[in-house]
């Protein structure tokens, strides 16, 4: 898919550069906010992955309730928990990600892609950044 026909399926639109983030990424993504988090008590915002583009392994630690859901919107995409198969994310897939659980997710190698990412609250909620994908891991996708 071009960036051209991304952009007109990526409802949510881009963005600006997560540049807050960037440390924790492999390439660029982008993050557009869907919620003002001082009116919202979830976090809601669309994130974009340029093609190649992935988080680190991270984990969303809670002593109960939290994690992550993802909605994916756009383009094309990988999910994967740590010691399993990597799931293939399509526009209109939804992964629901417990706490505790150590993931990473991004575009595929040659796609742009995007998803919703929904923060759930969580009793003593925080996010542990971990280290990168490897290419050599990834590569194998």
Same mark, same amino acid.
């Given at each position: 898919?071009?960036? /051209?026909?991304?952009?007109? /399926?990526?409802?949510?639109?881009? $963005?600006?550069?997560?540049?807050? *983030?960037?440390?924790? *990424?492999? $390439? +660029? !993504? ?19 992955? &340029? ?15 939290? $994690? ?7 383009? !094309? ?28 997710? $991004? ?5 742009? *892609?995007?998803?919703?990412?929904? &923060? ?7 996010? /542990? ?9 990834? +590569?194998?996708?």
């Amino acid at each position: 898919m071009s960036k /051209e026909q991304f952009d007109k /399926e990526n409802i949510f639109g881009v $963005g600006n550069p997560n540049t807050a *983030f960037a440390q924790y *990424f492999v $390439g +660029n !993504s982008y993050l557009n906010p869907l919620v003002d988090p001082a009116k919202s008590p979830m976090f809601l915002a669309n994130v974009t992955f &340029e093609p190649g583009c992935r988080n680190n392994w991270h984990i969303h630690h809670a002593k109960s309730a939290g $994690g992550q859901i993802l909605i994916c919107t756009a383009g !094309s995409g990988w999910y994967q928990e740590e010691g399993k198969e990597a799931v293939d994310l399509k526009p209109g897939t939804v992964i629901v990600i417990p706490a505790n659980v150590k993931h990473w997710h $991004g575009a595929k190698k040659d796609e742009w *892609f995007s998803h919703i990412a929904i &923060e759930v609250p969580g009793e003593d909620g925080s996010t /542990e950044w971990c280290e990168p994908v490897s290419d050599e891991d990834y +590569n194998k996708l």
